[in-house]
C-alpha cells in the first residue's frame, strides 16, 4: 500500500503495456462433474461441504461423491450439515476410504447406522448448526470444496433457493461454506437469466455452476413431520406447554418464538396463535426452520417479522419468496455464539427430546442401542439463547426410556434447558429459581424431575444399560468448540 | 477438532460445571463516543473507516475525529470511502498528526485541497470502488475499528439504511469494512425495534451501536447533480451518446446499462428510454449509483432489475425500500476485480471526464491546477468491464482544457475506454476495431481524438502545462492493487 514509503516517487508505475486488458470474462459454467472435480484440484485429504436444505430429496451429495470416487482421492473430510436416508449409498465411501471424516449437525437413517457400526475410518463430529458456522468462520473447519446444491444459479453463480424447479427456499447453513471455501461450486438443474434474484449468494462467492441433470427429488424436500399432532396425548402435552409459557410471564407483546416441526411442536406453535389472537398480543419475531404455520402467524399481524434459516414446506418457500418480512438469515446469524445472533434474543424455544436426564442434559444424537439417529441441528444453539427452553415429549412412545440418570449422549447441556413437559406435566429445571417462583405464584402445578423418573419407571421398568463397544468414534461438540460427550459404536 | 486423533478417548470432556452459562446478552448501545473510543481500544497508528453513504450531510466522520482528537490519538490511516466539502473541519486533524495517511476513493472540496497542498504528513491513495472492496477483503487494508454511519440501528446492530429519519439507502460501500474490520461500531440516531430489517448489515457483523443526536442533514444526502440536463449542447451530446450506443450494437433485448447522476449521463438514460420504448426493448438490468431515473426505467419495465450500490435521490431511496426488483449489492460484488462482480456484465457504461488524453485514459482525479477534486469512484471498475465504455464531456466547459497528450493523473486507463462523446461529435478509441468497423458500417461519422485535440487547441490555445512541485503527496491505484499514476503537491 506504500503508506510507510518515505518517497513515493520510488514507486513504480505500472506502464501502458502492462495496463490490464478489458475482456471477456471467464465462463463459469461446467457440464461434466468429474472433469469440474479434476479443475477445481481436488485431493486426497480435503475438507469437503455441502448443505442439507434439499433434504431427503437432496441428489447433490450422493451425485458428487460418487464422481470423487471415479476419481480416485481418499481420506476425505466430509463437512455435511446433515446426511438423510437418501445418502445411503455413501455407505461403500466409508468403507473404502473415500470418506475418513466426517463432520455434520444431523445424521438420520442408514448413514448414522453404519458409522455406528464403526464403518468411518476416522472420525465423526457432531456440531449444532450454530457451532457448525462459527468453527467455517474461525477456520476451525476449513473446507477445500464447498459443493452448494442450487435451486437456481445464472452463468454468474448467483444462487437463489426460490427460483428454479426444485426449490427449497433459504439456504442459511450454505452461507459459511461459501464465504469460505476455497472453491465453490455452484450445482444446479435450472439456470436462470443474470441476475437471478433474490440470490442467498451472490456471484462474488461463487466459481463454477455445474449444470447436472437434477438436484433433487421435490416430495423429499419438504419434511415429513410438519403436522399438527391429532394424538390426544401429543395435544395434551401441547396445552399444557402453552400454560407453562403463560406461566414463565413471557408471552406477551414484543415476545419471540421458535418452535420444530415435529407434530407436538406445532400444535403447541397452534394454541399459542388463539391464545395470541384472544388476547391481542402481537410478538416481534418467529425463527428457526420455518413452517407454514409460522407463515400463518406472521400473516395474521401476530409476528412482526420471521427469521428463515431453512424452509420446512412449501408455504414456507412461497412466503419467502413474496413476503418482505419473512427474512433470509445464515447460519452464523441465527446460532454462532461468538457474535451477536437471533437465538440470544428468542424468548421461548419449544424442542423435543429422545432421552433427558436428571440433570436436564437432552439427548437428540442417538437413539435406541445408542445408534445415530439425529444431532443438535438448532437444539443446542436455541437451548442456550432462549430465555425459555421448553422440552415437549411423552413419557412413552418410543423404544427407549424418556428419562434417564444420565443421557446416553449429551447434545445440550441441561442447564440450558429450564422446563419439560410430557403427559404427566410440568417440570422445571430447579436450577431456574426465577420460574419455580412464577409458576408457583401463576398456580401452575408441577412435578420434580426424579419423581417423574420413579412414575416412568413404575410402568415401563428401570431402563436397562446400553450395551456398547469401548471404541469411541465420534464427539458431540458444543457450539462453542468445546466437547461435551463421547458418541461411541454400538454393539 | 480431533479429527485425526487416533483415540478419542483421549478428548477432555467437559465438565458440568464448567458448562458455559445461559444468560443475559451484553448490551451493545452506547451513548458516549468519547467513553467508546477508549473502549474500543483505539490506538496510535491504528486504521479507521467511513462509508459515504450519508454524502455531504454526514456528520458521522467529523464526530468520531473529534473524538479521536480529544483523546489525543496520533498517526491514523483514515479509510474513507469519499470525503466531501462537509468534512472540512479534519483538515486541522491532518496538521496536527491525528490523521497521517488517508485512503480514499473519492475527495472534494476543501479537505482534497489541504491535502493538495501537502497539509498531509503521510501518504495518500486513491482506489476505485471496486479496489477499495478488494483491498480490505485482502487484507491489503486492515481496518482497525470501522466507524458505520446508519440510519437506523436495533440494540443488537442491525443496520438499514432505509429505516429512520436520515435515511440513505443502499449501503453498498459499508459491506467489507462490516466483514473484515476488527471492531464494527454502528452509529445511528435512530434506534429502532428488533429486528430492524431490511438489514444492510446483520448484527453477527457489529460490535457497538453508538448513539448520537444526528448522523446527517437529509438534504445533504442527496446529490445536487441529479438533474437533467437542460443546456443544448449537453443535450446534443446526449443525443450524440444514444447514436454511439446503438451503433455498437448493444442497444438490444437483454442489455445492461449504468450511467453516472451527471446532467448530460441523466440525458442519456432519458434518450435511452425514449427509444428502447420506441423499440420495444426490455433490458436485463441497470446499476451504479442509482437515480429515480433509472427506478423510473425499472418500473416501466425497461429493464428487470436494478442492481444498487448507494442510492443518489431520495426516489431511489423509496424503491429501494418497496421494491424486490431493486437489489442491494456490496462494493465487492459491484466492482471488485478479484471476484466475479457486476460490472462485468455491463453492456454499456455512461461515464464522464474532467480531462482525456490521446490515449483515451482519464483524468477525474485532479482538477485545475492540478488540485484533488474528486476520484475514480466506479469510474475505473465500470470501464473496464463494461463492453462499450462511453465518455461524455464538452469540449469547452471547465477552466481546464479537455484533451491533452497526457493527462495530469490517470484515474481511468485508457485501453478500457472505447468511446467518447462531445459536442464535436463522436471518437473511437482505434484499439477497439469492431466500433470502428461497427460505426463505419452504421454510417456514423466520428472524429479522430488528435483531430479533436487540434480543434480544441484552436478555439481554446493550447493548454497551458500544469505548475506542480516535484513532492508527491499520494498515487492514483489501479483497482487490482497496481500503481497508475502519481498525485503532486501543488504549487
Not at 186 to 203: F, G, M, S
Not at 285 to 302: D, H, N, P, R
Amino acid at each position: 500500500m506504500y503508506l510507510d514509503k518515505e518517497n513515493l516517487k520510488d514507486v513504480e508505475i505500472l506502464p501502458k503495456d502492462k495496463y490490464p486488458q478489458k475482456g471477456d470474462k471467464a465462463c463459469k459454467i461446467r457440464s461434466d462433474i468429474d472433469e469440474l472435480i479434476k479443475e477445481v484440484g481436488l485431493k486426497d485429504g480435503d475438507f469437503i461441504s455441502f448443505h442439507h436444505h434439499l433434504r431427503n430429496g437432496d441428489k447433490v451429495l450422493v451425485m458428487v461423491m460418487e464422481a470423487i470416487k471415479r476419481a480416485n482421492i481418499k481420506d476425505l473430510t466430509l463437512v455435511a450439515s446433515s446426511i438423510f436416508p437418501t445418502h445411503e449409498s455413501i455407505i461403500p465411501l466409508l468403507e473404502d476410504g473415500t470418506i475418513k471424516n466426517i463432520v455434520a449437525s444431523y445424521i438420520s437413517g442408514p448413514v448414522g447406522e453404519a458409522i455406528s457400526k464403526g464403518k468411518l475410518k476416522g472420525n465423526l463430529i457432531m456440531q449444532s448448526h450454530g457451532g457448525r458456522a462459527r468453527a467455517i468462520l474461525e477456520d476451525e473447519v476449513k473446507i477445500d470444496v464447498a459443493f452448494i446444491g442450487s435451486p437456481s444459479a445464472d452463468e454468474n453463480g448467483n444462487i437463489s433457493g426460490v427460483n428454479g424447479t426444485n426449490e427449497c427456499g433459504s439456504m442459511g447453513y450454505a452461507i459459511a461454506d461459501s464465504l469460505k471455501a476455497k472453491k465453490v461450486v455452484a450445482v444446479t438443474d435450472y439456470l436462470a437469466d443474470y441476475p437471478n434474484y433474490p440470490a442467498d449468494i451472490t456471484e462474488d462467492y461463487v466459481d463454477y455452476v455445474l449444470m447436472v441433470e437434477s438436484i433433487g427429488l421435490k416430495s423429499g424436500i419438504v419434511s415429513g413431520t410438519t403436522m399438527i399432532t391429532k394424538d390426544p396425548i401429543g395435544l395434551k402435552i401441547a396445552r399444557d406447554t402453552l400454560t407453562a409459557m403463560i406461566a414463565t410471564g413471557l408471552v406477551k407483546d414484543g415476545m419471540s418464538f421458535q418452535t420444530g416441526a415435529g407434530g407436538i411442536s406445532l400444535a403447541v406453535a397452534d394454541f399459542l396463535r388463539d391464545y395470541m389472537i384472544e388476547k391481542e398480543i402481537t410478538g416481534s419475531f418467529a425463527s428457526g426452520g420455518i413452517t407454514g404455520y409460522l407463515v400463518q402467524m406472521l400473516e395474521e399481524g401476530l409476528f412482526k417479522a420471521l427469521y428463515d434459516v431453512q424452509c420446512f414446506d412449501l408455504k414456507a418457500i412461497e412466503s419467502l419468496k413474496v413476503n418482505p418480512n419473512h427474512i433470509r438469515m445464515s447460519g452464523s446469524q441465527y446460532g454462532n455464539p461468538h457474535v451477536s445472533n437471533v437465538v440470544d434474543n428468542l424468548d421461548i424455544v419449544i424442542l423435543g427430546a429422545t432421552e433427558i436426564d436428571t440433570d436436564f442434559n437432552v439427548n437428540v444424537t442417538t437413539g435406541s442401542h445408542g445408534m445415530l439417529m439425529g444431532g443438535s441441528g438448532g437444539h443446542q444453539d436455541t437451548a442456550f439463547g432462549a430465555k425459555a427452553t421448553i422440552i415437549v415429549s411423552k413419557l412413552f412412545s418410543s423404544r427407549i426410556p424418556f428419562i434417564k440418570d444420565r443421557v446416553d449422549c449429551i447434545t445440550t447441556p441441561g442447564n440450558t434447558v429450564d422446563i419439560l413437559v410430557t403427559e404427566r406435566g410440568i417440570t422445571v429445571n430447579p436450577i431456574r429459581k426465577d420460574f419455580v417462583e412464577s409458576f408457583k405464584a401463576a398456580g401452575v402445578e408441577t412435578i420434580d424431575i426424579h419423581e417423574l423418573k420413579e412414575y416412568a419407571e413404575k410402568v415401563m421398568g428401570k431402563p436397562e444399560k446400553i450395551e456398547k463397544t469401548d471404541r469411541v468414534i465420534g464427539l458431540s461438540q458444543s457450539r462453542d468448540g468445546s466437547i461435551l460427550d463421547y458418541i461411541y459404536q454400538v454393539k
